[in-house]
């Protein structure tokens, strides 16, 4: 059994085996309505906490790129997604999450969401250190459009409703709108073609999770299937750091004497790496929609909020 399920069962045997019946019916009654307020109250944290992380990555990466002339987006690229795996096998290691080795039959099967996910995360360090324009997050910003767009073409369970479907195009296009009128900055010729790579390469990779995911309830546990596409990204990125010219240089060209170098590239790194943990497990236990909503919300609400 999962340590985290084992530690609710624990808690749930001593709460009926300590406490009177009339006083877990009591709880039960008064906590039953405040389910659904508690859930919105946890997804806003969950939102505010990206939106934050978000905001510093972007803050630090425009610090720390231009800075010290380090614009080497593989290899950083690479370094975020292992990260990511270290992270998880120490947590393996500590007895806090069971994962299980990795299967060539979901590698195989994750290998268009690994594939278009290393080069999205690559595509957004390249858009850190170059794109100054503000097209790159505008196009971003349509990306709970065209997953929810990509979620009924995967038939995944998520929300179908027209209203739902009319809320975001609106929201999105205010939101565009807002972000317009103000003007943009000389548009570099790459934008026009990273910008919206990065949205289909996204928002497909989200789909595909969750599809993958749908189809491996059971089978496979959240985490199983987020280690399988960790360890085929980080194959993906070190097989393509030997490859590309970028590689050398990031070794040859870093100051690696200076702490405050480390600590930006560690800082920049880690927060990355966290945002594409958060990302990545949502489209995988909940869908691709409340992935692309827990990605976009800052991009979409904070031009809105500039009108107030």
Known sequence: MDPWQNLVSRCSAWWQMHTPHALRACVYEV????VPLLLCIAALVAVIVYALADNLHSFVSRIFIPQYHYPYAVPLAFIQVFLNLLALLALHGMGLIHLKPFSLRLGERLFVPAVCGSVQCILGIW??????????????????????????????????????SSLLTVLTVASVTVTGCKGLHVIEPLEYVYS???????????????????TERGHASTFDLYYTLTVTRTLLLGFLCVLHPDGPKAIMYGNWHSL?????????????????????????????????????????VLPLFSLL
């Open 260 to 300: 405050l170098f480390l600590g930006y590239m560690l800082g920049m790194l880690l927060l990355g790496a966290v945002q594409l943990l958060f990302v990545d497990v949502t489209a995988l236990y909940f869908s691709a929609l409340p992935a692309a909503m827990l990605h976009a919300t800052r991009g979409l």
């Open 196 to 214: 919206p790579l990065n949205l289909v390469l996204h928002s497909l990779s989200l789909a595909w999770l969750a599809k993958v995911s749908q």
């Open 127 to 164: 858009a850190e250190a170059f794109s100054h324009s503000g097209l790159y997050p505008i196009i971003a910003r349509f990306l709970p459009v065209v997953s929810l767009s990509l979620g009924h073409l995967f038939a995944l369970s998520m929300p179908g409703s027209i209203h739902v």
């Open 31 to 34: 906590c039953k309505p405040l």
